[in-house]
């Protein structure tokens, strides 16, 4: 993009890997006719192939592509480029070479409650980072664009009390793990152990679903709301948060509890 299309005067901050960083910015494409995503359902990549090994038939029935990729199902597209997203490592080489820094199992610089390295006066935080001091029970590392934003800001208070001599507690965003996004225009919220992950065969989901609308799945162990997943304009994150801080036992309330024609926010308020 040029700078000279900038909406306004405003700063723009941000990663690039955050879905704010382009609000303020008019970021056009050369087609200028809508655009229609397609989801593939129950496939996997089973081949790429450029254009230089593909037939003569499927060119003509696919069109002229760079690279074509065939999936398990049989269906085939023809792509300018292909993206494999799969994760984030994190990329610490620079700081690792002639420095004796402590590296996490998933290859971060350790840090503990303060976002301290072994190193003196040496903070990471975000991606770089492996957090590794006692984590609340509904708080895990997720290498996300938000949590690389909470870390980094908990990293500069940190700094700033140590060098002030001023103690520092820890950061009430480490207590339930939080992420609010878009996807297809949906709002997305994920809320502790959303995924029920580490909890065995012993749980409970409840699960709400209008097509188009909402999609709202909860996680129950032995009575207690461990994780939330809210799509759609659902208004239920806030009152699920405080059931999983609280841990107040609801298995009373049964699927009541993500019953539409009941006011839940109400009744735990």
Not at 105 to 134: F, H, P, R
Request: with cysteine; net charge negative; glycine share 8%.
């Amino acid at each position: 993009f040029d700078s000279k299309t900038y909406q306004n005067d405003k700063n723009i901050n941000g990663s690039a890997l955050g879905p704010d960083w382009s609000f303020d910015l008019l970021i056009k494409g050369s087609n200028e006719g809508s655009r229609q995503a397609l989801v593939e359902y129950k496939a996997e990549v089973k081949n790429i192939v450029y254009k230089k090994d593909i037939s003569a038939e499927i060119i003509q029935e696919k069109g002229d592509w760079p690279v074509y990729v065939e999936l398990t199902n049989g269906n085939c597209y023809g792509c300018d480029f292909i993206i494999s997203a799969t994760g984030v490592l994190p990329s610490v080489e620079i700081f690792t070479k002639n420095n004796n820094f402590e590296l996490g199992a998933d290859g971060g610089l350790k840090v503990n409650d303060k976002m301290e390295t072994n190193i003196q006066d040496v903070y990471a935080a975000g991606d770089a980072c492996s957090a590794s001091w006692d984590l609340a029970p509904h708080w895990f590392q997720m290498r996300l664009w938000s949590q690389a934003l909470q870390m980094g800001d908990y990293a500069a208070r940190s700094m700033f009390s140590a060098v002030n001599g001023h103690p520092i507690s820890l950061d009430f965003c480490f207590e339930m793990f939080a992420h609010i996004t878009k996807f297809f225009n949906y709002k997305v919220i994920l809320l502790g152990n959303y995924d029920a992950k580490g909890l065995g065969n012993d749980y409970e989901l409840l699960i709400r679903c209008t097509e188009g609308v909402e999609y709202v799945k909860i996680v129950i162990y032995h009575g207690r709301v461990q994780g939330a997943l809210f799509i759609g304009g659902t208004d239920l994150e806030e009152t699920f948060e405080n059931l999983i801080l609280n841990q107040i036992d609801v298995s009373p309330y049964g699927e009541n509890l993500i019953n539409p024609d009941i006011d839940i926010e109400d009744y735990f308020d």
